[in-house]
């Protein structure tokens, strides 16, 4: 005799359903992502757990990229996480928007310093991070690509000042 399923038996069959369907990709959205680099040089001590690139560098991770003259890369724990700190004339990031509707975060400093483990990048030496055309200028800045918050700080001397720039949105009246 035929017994017709209960709508909770349904339910939780769907829900079985749409669990195997999802793991897949929430597993695939939690895995890290690789490091690529090029150089034209590189020197690499699995012993010290450091590497350093010179000539031309470039760090890509994701929508994330860093260039610039001479790379020095430490591995923080077996995790993969490192700290990466980069030194050029400028240095320089481009992060590309994971979101659609979120805009481009550049910046360029003397030295950037990136962290995978809580995706933040530290800006020294005459450090500017522009988003759209809002600009902020400073001698340190640390951005987190995740929170996309920034927080800026002024250099040593009095003269050494924080400087924003926040363009008005468009489509909005202007008084």
């Not at 010179?54 to 020095?72: E, F, P």
């Not at 009095?158 to 202007?174: F, H, L, M, W």
């Amino acid at each position: 005799m035929y017994k017709s399923p209960t709508r909770h038996s349904r339910i939780a069959r769907a829900l079985a359903v749409l669990a195997l369907v999802l793991a897949p990709a929430a597993a695939f959205a939690q895995q890290p992502l690789p490091i690529h680099i090029e150089s034209n040089n590189a020197d690499l001590s699995q012993q010290r757990g450091t590497s350093t690139y010179t000539g031309n560098v470039v760090l890509t991770r994701g929508g994330l990229t860093l260039t610039g003259n001479k790379l020095v890369i430490t591995r923080i724990n077996d995790r993969g996480n490192i700290k990466a700190v980069l030194d050029g004339s400028p240095a320089k990031f481009d992060k590309q928007p994971d979101r659609e509707g979120d805009d481009v975060v550049t910046g360029h400093a003397s030295q950037i310093e990136y962290a995978n483990n809580d995706s933040t990048i530290v800006l020294r030496g005459n450090a500017v991070v522009r988003r759209g055309g809002d600009e902020i200028n400073g001698q340190v800045i640390r951005h987190n690509l995740d929170t996309e918050r920034t927080q800026a700080e002024r250099g040593s001397s009095n003269n050494e000042r924080v400087r924003i720039t926040i363009q008005p949105e468009s489509g909005k009246d202007q008084p």
